[in-house]
């Protein structure tokens, strides 16, 4: 009964907040400022009682958001000084950045050395992905360039080190500054490009390399890859306090119309990705074929998992065993879903361009079609180090704000509805994944969309050995 409680509770003093705030801001309502100030106080309690039931870190987020917001509202001299615990959680993620790609690219790339022996797939497979999510990248470019979801905001640069303009550059000092001349002087710079060349080329020679002599390297950046992201997983638990004080620094001086700007955001968001899904996937599904209203049945279960989850990983095995229903070889769904899972992250693609444009365009940076390609050409790079686990997208944002001279303060008020983005984003990333292998197993010639009577509807583990070694042994 309490549980129940809680949260209706919650809901109701919440809302009786908000309607007395917009009547009183509106001049519709006359109450005492202090009056008002006590009701909003009074909300937030029942809130933060909502948040020690609920335990959850994304109720935390958002509590503390809320709590930031008010701060910056009621109390905006003492709220400038809490800036200092926001540069705190960027700092402790910034150190993230260049282990995680160095890790997760390496692991993508020189795990996957068998490319040889699947021979056409492979290529096909990445070939796909690159077309694919390049076109995710380029909806989100122009989504947030249309809606201006940045516009108006106004940030004081005085108080942030680093808000300036990138520098115009040659195509001749682009080229160059593409290519690392020392890693460590990269890592150090934060210059996540330059990390992402040499991480792709120190795979591709690790590749190279004998079995017995790859497999140590491989062993290492598989442990340094699972040890980054529960290294993640720790500073996140700052995360509330690190977002609540950039919320308060925020509004303290710019005031409750940044929020207008944030739901904006999410607006752009949810029309970016449904225009993509209508105007990429369906037309892919249509011409390789696939059978659009079982395939929608098929992944219905996984990417529900998806979204109330916010993990792409979560809904793997579902996902998997799905498509094999679905008619995909279990040899095809084997490669190309987790390998997806690093190239092929449709909807964390489109966000990261939207959100990257949308961080300028709050610092007033004027980025020219030229720089703006040249983000877009980082991030096809950057996002491949990307993994299916919830908020990975925040570090290669950071990262990549970092490489283009921008500023961190609007990534901090995204990171405040980093939820409700991160369950549409994901959910794209699921549905993208599973179209991926009907694809490839269509442009195969080894797509069999007919219903299964037999055996491979089940879950079972020994019928599934049975019919694997069947697919290894064919009668025919």
């Not at 790339?109 to 096909?124: E, P, R, T, Y």
């Not at 077309?131 to 640069?157: D, E, H, P, R, W």
């Not at 390789?288 to 998806?306: D, E, H, M, T, Y």
Request: aromatic share 8%; charged share 15%.
């Amino acid at each position: 009964m309490k549980k129940s409680f809680i949260p209706r509770l919650t809901l109701l003093v919440i809302s009786i907040a908000a309607i007395l705030t917009v009547l009183q801001q509106n001049q519709l309502l006359a109450l005492p400022e202090a009056a008002m100030m006590a009701i909003r106080w009074a909300a937030i309690g029942v809130l933060i009682m909502y948040g020690v039931q609920k335990r959850s870190l994304t109720a935390w987020i958002l509590i503390s958001m809320i709590v930031g917001a008010e701060i910056g509202n009621d109390f905006p001299a003492f709220s400038q000084n809490l800036n200092v615990l926001s540069k705190v959680f960027l700092k402790l993620i910034k150190t993230i950045i260049a282990p995680l790609i160095f890790a997760t690219l390496v692991v993508g790339i020189a795990g996957h050395s068998n490319l040889k022996q699947v021979g056409s797939m492979g290529w096909k497979a990445i070939l796909y992905f690159e077309i694919v999510t390049t076109l995710a990248l380029f909806i989100g470019l122009a989504a947030i360039n249309i809606s201006q979801a940045g516009v108006g905001i106004t940030l004081k640069a005085e108080n942030h080190e680093g808000i300036t303009a990138a520098p115009k550059q040659t195509v001749s000092d682009i080229i160059l500054h593409v290519f690392p001349e020392n890693i460590a002087k990269s890592v150090a710079e934060g210059q996540v490009l330059q990390i992402v060349i040499f991480s792709v080329l120190f795979a591709i020679g690790l590749a190279m390399v004998a079995k017995e002599k790859r497999k140590p390297m491989l062993d290492f950046c598989e442990s340094l890859a699972e040890t980054m992201f529960k290294f993640t997983n720790v500073i996140m638990y700052f995360a509330p306090i690190g977002v609540g004080a950039a919320i308060a620094y925020t509004v303290g001086h710019m005031g409750f119309g940044i929020l207008v700007n944030l739901f904006q955001l999410l607006a752009t968001l949810y029309v970016a990705l449904l225009a993509f899904l209508v105007l990429v996937l369906l037309p892919v599904a249509l011409i390789a074929r696939v059978p659009v209203k079982r395939f929608l049945q098929a992944i219905s279960g996984p990417v529900s998992i998806a979204f109330a989850t916010t993990s792409s990983e979560a809904a793997l095995p579902r996902a998997m065993e799905e498509m094999e229903k679905l008619g995909v070889p279990r040899r095809i769904v084997a490669f190309v879903m987790p390998t997806g899972y690093s190239f092929n992250l449709d909807g964390t693609t489109l966000y990261l361009s939207l959100a990257s444009i949308f961080v300028a365009q709050a610092a007033g940076i004027h980025m020219s079609w030229s720089q703006q390609l040249l983000m877009v050409f980082t991030l096809m790079l950057t996002s491949k180090g990307v993994a299916g686990v919830p908020r990975a997208s925040l570090v290669i944002l950071l990262g990549t704000a970092a490489s283009f001279n921008l500023p961190v303060e609007p990534i901090f008020i995204i990171l405040g509805i980093d939820e409700l983005m991160d369950m549409a984003r994901t959910s794209v990333n699921v549905t993208g994944n599973c179209l991926a292998t009907a694809v490839v197993a269509r442009w195969e010639g080894e797509f069999n969309p007919e219903p299964e009577t037999g055996l491979v509807a089940t879950s079972s583990p020994e019928i599934a050995e049975k019919i694997a070694e069947k697919e290894n042994h064919p009668i025919h």
